[in-house]
């Protein structure tokens, strides 16, 4: 099976996620929400249209011929530990390996393997010579090279155990948005998909908010109002009636926007239900920890940012942790 044939069957791949996601009542949707319950149907058919837009033969051929290939030497075993914070979120680390022929063996995440197991069906029906090359297993250290994706904790864990191989280790990163003042109704209608989508769970969601000193925060309310339909979820509710009164009994001046909590904090990390917002006074000179941001969500080109409404679309160059996969499995 040469390069050729690979794309051709990734480029097969994505169109049956697009027809997947087009049917919207495949009995698949109901499983994976059994499996996690912030898989709802909606967040699957996102992934999946998030996916099929990747997979076209001119995106897959633009991306992989980029790299000089002849770095390739052989087939090795890559050891990818999967994530299972929104659907599919380990999908780029299982076509990174596979199109450069390396052999995936994968961990899977107990919240995301209803979903994986049916692509990966889907992608063997298509082209059964991958087969070979697509195993999941419970314990995976026996890999020449590693790709792990987790928490802080996790990430020391992976780096105490792996230590003499090859190794991507991802840990906790949270993504931000700016305001320079001037956003318009759009960019901030669009900037509630970052927040919003996946419930926020994932690190691309805009987890917190810099805004101008003298930056009104209620004129942005209304447009919060529009997702208060979250609170239909269960979990999320729960969440959101929990830090509400958990912040009351810590006497925090927060605001109530009718789906999600605002706390002015200088953290990065906020829990489900709740985004941090923090002033500033020099739109190009404020103290941010670029080691843990993924994304910068902003309508200028600020600290390699992404424009609102974008950040959980990320295209095939758009590497987690911004380490370039494909020229780190070439080169080990």
Request: proline share 2%; aromatic share 16%.
């Amino acid at each position: 099976m040469n390069l050729s044939d690979r794309i051709k069957a990734f480029e097969k791949l994505g169109i049956v996620c697009r027809d997947l996601a087009c049917s919207k009542k495949h009995s698949i949707f109901g499983e994976a929400s059994l499996e996690n319950e912030f898989f709802t149907k909606e967040n699957v058919i996102q992934a999946l249209v998030s996916i099929s837009n990747l997979l076209t033969k001119s995106k897959l051929e633009k991306w992989i011929y980029s790299y000089d290939l002849s770095l390739y030497k052989k087939p090795k075993n890559i050891g990818v530990f999967l994530a299972g914070n929104i659907p599919l979120v380990g999908f780029h680390d299982f076509l990174c390996v596979l199109i450069l022929n390396h052999k995936f063996i994968g961990k899977f995440s107990s919240k995301d393997s209803v979903l994986f197991n049916y692509l990966v069906d889907q992608l063997l029906i298509i082209e059964p010579r991958f087969r070979s090359k697509i195993f999941f297993q419970k314990k995976i250290f026996h890999s020449d090279i590693f790709i792990c994706t987790g928490n802080d904790f996790s990430a020391q864990y992976f780096d105490f155990n792996l230590n003499s191989k090859p190794r991507i280790i991802r840990d906790s990163k949270a993504s931000i948005a700016i305001f320079d003042g001037n956003e318009t109704t759009q960019n901030i209608m669009l900037l509630m998909k970052d927040i919003f989508l996946y419930f926020g769970l994932g690190c691309r969601n805009v987890s917190k908010l810099y805004i101008p000193r003298d930056y009104d925060i209620q004129s942005i309310k209304k447009y919060f109002l529009d997702y208060k339909h979250l609170l239909k979820h269960n979990f999320y509710f729960d969440n959101y009636i929990y830090y509400k009164a958990f912040l009351k009994l810590k006497k925090e001046n927060f605001l109530d926007f009718g789906s999600i909590l605002l706390l002015e904090s200088n953290e990065l990390f906020s829990p489900i239900s709740v985004l941090y917002y923090e002033y500033y006074d020099d739109f190009h000179d404020f103290p941010v920890d670029l080691s843990k941001i993924q994304c910068v969500v902003s309508r200028n080109n600020h600290l390699n940012h992404v424009f609102f409404g974008e950040s959980q679309t990320p295209e095939l160059f758009d590497y987690a942790d911004g380490v370039d996969t494909i020229d780190f499995l070439l080169k080990n």
